[in-house]
T-cell receptor, first 114, second 114 residues
Framework: KNQVEQSPQSLIILEGKNCTLQ??????????LRWYKQDTGRGPVSLTI?????NTKSNGRYTATLDADTKQSSLHITASQLSDSASYIC?????????????FGKGTMLLVSP | DAGVTQSPTHLIKTRGQQVTLRCSPK?????VSWYQQALGQGPQFIFQ???????QRGNFPDRFSGHQFPNYSSELNVNALLLGDSALYLC?????????????FGPGTRLTVT
């Protein structure tokens, strides 16, 4: 069964600090992995997309890593800001393009406090 | 260039009623997917439409149906509403042959069933 597990479930950090969110998956065959940021009550917004051959991808203060061998990914947030408070969702695409499926994690709720 | 739009923003219905949610995809996109997101959970895939046909379906009952129009916009219909149908309904659009098959999400429709 395709699954995506995220940890921690929630996290509180001080403004300006760094943090790392984890994602483990059992989706096969693997196509790509995405990280989304979702503000409360809003639709998810894409941060990064990584394919099998990519180990690291950055988007401003967000850096995602992927280890396809261990089926793990992380999202590192540098110098956190209050606006980073949101749910961060790991999504893995599996299958053949055009007939692929997306498996969503439950998300990590991040709260950045002043 | 407008992104994905959804209407209405909020909706309150009573048990047993029927509801129709609408989605307009991002300009140039031809595929629409619908998701249900319960509070504190990740999005759950309902179904996907391409070329006016349902191409993939998640584990949702037949009470959930949809339609895609020639202009690629889409509707989600839910019949015989249950209290458990209360959720944020997200629409995501993509280009069928797009690299990485990236999906862009709309802001969602918050459905409350009383």
């Amino acid at each position: 069964k395709n699954q995506v597990e995220q940890s921690p479930q929630s996290l509180i950090i001080l403004e300006g600090k760094n943090c790392t969110l984890q994602c483990n998956y059992t989706v096969s065959p693997f196509s790509n992995l995405r990280w989304y940021k979702q503000d409360t009550g809003r639709g998810p917004v894409s941060l990064t997309i990584m394919t099998f051959s990519e180990n690291t991808k950055s988007n401003g203060r967000y850096t995602a890593t992927l280890d396809a061998d261990t089926k793990q990914s992380s999202l590192h947030i540098t110098a956190s800001q209050l606006s980073d408070s949101a749910s961060y969702i790991c999504v893995v695409m599996g299958g053949i393009s055009g007939y692929s499926t997306l498996t969503f994690g439950k998300g990590t709720m991040l709260l950045v406090s002043p | 260039d407008a992104g994905v739009t959804q209407s209405p923003t909020h909706l309150i219905k009573t048990r047993g009623q029927q509801v129709t949610l609408r989605c307009s995809p991002k300009s140039g996109h031809d595929t629409v997917s619908w998701y249900q997101q319960a509070l504190g959970q990740g999005p759950q895939f309902i179904f996907q439409y391409y070329e006016e046909e349902e191409r993939q379906r998640g584990n949702f009952p037949d009470r959930f149906s949809g339609h895609q129009f020639p202009n690629y916009s889409s509707e989600l219909n839910v019949n015989a509403l249950l209290l458990g149908d209360s959720a944020l309904y997200l629409c995501a659009s993509s280009l069928r042959q797009g690299v990485g098959y990236e999906q862009y999400f709309g802001p969602g429709t918050r459905l409350t069933v009383t």
